[in-house]
């Protein structure tokens, strides 16, 4: 029986993939990739953003401070490239724990009291994982990014 | 009285016929006249399409597409042309999203965004040429879509899943199959495939439909991680 639960427990863990090192690793690679540089990261901020407001058209309202009402103006593509500067460093840390936990308390920090609803941060995920795969056209561990993007905006949340 | 009135009326009958008659005889020559043009017209059409014919509409876009394709779009990596008379490139991550990026809009334009070549059952084939991966004699590749997905919130995109097969012996006919999934991408035109989830990495393939129509595509089958080409062919939908 007990040889059973353990066997149980391996499969389990074999088939969910979490955010161990290796997996860290891994999307540590891919993001360097996808995230780009110059033009290519506006529009790949561009394209998120899109694919979030597409999704939630409400979640406009927080932004109206930064014209989140049309995402190609300046003032908007600063604040894109600005949310994937904070997301870059989380991703950045995710082998340094200490590093990692400082920003994250930080980006808490910045969000608590505006009352996002989990909902948003969910379109926030599910943009990313459909532009990072176009972006990066093949190399892609979904599996890898399931498991980190939620420790990332966890602690973005302060809760899971 | 009566007599001479009598005699009026036979006279003018006299001279009606003989008005008829003449002019019976001058419609029958023009007659004639137009049936002699008619021949010579003929004749002179005959001529004409002995003459070659004009290239139909498809040879000259396929050798449009070919100039095009050498002379490049100079765009970088992940950028697709905006054609048109002034030079643009944008984002392949734009093309198709409902928003104009391009400044002439084509990067909405329906020509671009059509949906043709990504519709459930297109079947693209060709004679595939191996350089590498496997020893193999020229036989037919056959890559046919089998299911297509476009999310509403990130329509760049077209998620695909398709399926390659090529013969792998002659004799026995033995056929491969290789499911495989990706996407197509509107910008540059590319269908890119690699392995379905939870198969054994064998091949992905690349198919360019940089030939001027959603009927034609220059496909290299791959090996998923590096790229490396192993055959290469010229696709046609069948």
């Known amino acids: 029986m007990k040889i059973l639960v353990v066997l149980l427990a391996f499969i389990a863990a074999a088939m969910a993939t979490e955010c161990d090192t290796l997996t860290r690793l891994n999307v540590q690679a891919q993001w360097r990739a996808a995230y780009s540089s110059g033009h290519n ?20 309202q927080l932004f109206h401070r930064v014209h989140g009402d049309d995402t190609t103006t300046p003032q908007f593509e600063a604040h894109a490239l600005r949310v994937l500067g904070g997301f870059d460093i989380a991703v950045n840390t995710l082998d340094q724990p200490e590093a990692l936990k400082a920003e994250l308390d930080h980006l808490h ?20 994982l459909h532009i990072l795969p176009a ?26 | 009285m009566w007599y001479f009135l009598l005699l009026v009326g036979l006279a003018a009958a006299a001279t009606d016929t003989r008005k008829e008659k003449s002019i019976q005889y001058i419609t029958s020559s023009q007659n004639l006249h137009i049936d002699k043009l008619e021949h010579d ?12 014919h004009e290239v139909d509409d498809k040879t000259v876009r396929q050798l449009k597409a070919r100039i095009t394709n050498l002379e490049g779009t100079g765009c970088p990596l992940h950028e697709a042309s905006c054609g048109g008379d002034v030079p643009e490139c944008v984002s392949d991550l734009l093309f198709c999203d409902g928003h104009k990026d391009c400044k002439n809009g084509r990067d909405e334009n329906p ?4 949906l043709a070549i990504t519709h459930v059952g297109s079947s693209y084939t060709g004679l595939a040429t191996w350089t590498g991966c496997e020893e193999n004699e020229p036989h037919h590749a056959i890559i046919t879509i089998t299911a297509s997905e476009r999310k509403s919130f990130f329509p760049a995109r077209v998620w695909l899943r398709a399926v390659l097969s090529f013969e792998t012996d ?6 491969r199959n290789i499911p495989l999934r990706g996407y197509y991408n509107f910008g540059r035109r590319a269908v890119v495939l690699g392995p379905e989830r939870g198969t054994t990495p064998t091949y992905g393939v690349l198919c360019h439909f940089n030939l001027g129509d959603d009927d034609h595509a ?3 089958v791959v090996y998923p991680a590096s790229r490396e080409i192993c055959a290469h062919f010229n696709a046609a939908r069948y």
Not at chain 1, 109 to 128: N, V
Not at chain 2, 170 to 175: F, M, P, R
């Open chain 1, 41 to 60: 990261r506006e529009d790949f901020a561009q394209a998120i953003w899109r694919a979030i407001f597409a999704q939630a058209p409400e979640a406009r």
């Open chain 1, 109 to 128: 920090k910045q969000h608590e009291g505006r009352k996002i609803p989990d909902s948003y941060y969910t379109a926030f995920k599910t943009a990313l």
């Open chain 1, 135 to 160: 972006q990066l056209g093949r190399c892609w561990n979904r599996a890898a990014w399931d498991a980190c993007f939620d420790l990332i905006a966890d602690g973005i949340k302060g809760h899971h």
């Open chain 2, 41 to 52: 017209l003929h004749e002179l059409e005959e001529e004409f399409n002995k003459l070659s």
């Open chain 2, 111 to 114: 020509e671009v965004c059509s």
């Open chain 2, 170 to 175: 002659e004799h026995t006919h033995t056929v």
């Open chain 2, 218 to 220: 220059d496909c290299k």
